[in-house]
């Protein structure tokens, strides 16, 4: 897990000083104002790199859809499918549907 520092946004923030904070000590700020989180800003090599936590949220999303590939190959298809037809057959009818 990434630790981050929060720094609240407002008139007498200085940028420039979190900018350096954040060269200085690699942890990255979320800047905020109030309760609602505008940006982050991370050291070049964890944006470059990255870390899973650093990583976009469509970058982490990706991840874990492509970690899920081929995970039912030991699957029996076949059998999936008749156990399938065979609850259908014995399940009583659903009600009609009136449109």
């Known amino acids: 897990m ?3 520092k929060r720094v609240e946004l407002d008139a007498d923030t200085d940028l420039r000083a979190v900018v350096e904070a ?6 990255p700020r979320v800047i905020a104002r109030g309760a609602e989180e505008l940006a982050v800003i991370v050291a070049p090599p964890d944006f470059l790199h990255g870390t899973p936590e650093a990583a976009p949220v ?3 999303l990706k991840s874990s859809l492509k970690s899920f590939a081929g995970i039912w190959r ?3 298809a076949d059998r999936l499918i008749g156990y399938i037809r065979e609850g259908r057959r014995l399940s009583p009818p659903s009600p009609r549907v009136e449109l």
């Open 2 to 4: 990434v630790t981050t």
């Open 22 to 27: 954040v060269h200085a000590d690699k942890l």
């Open 58 to 60: 469509s970058a982490r």
């Open 74 to 76: 030991d699957l029996d």
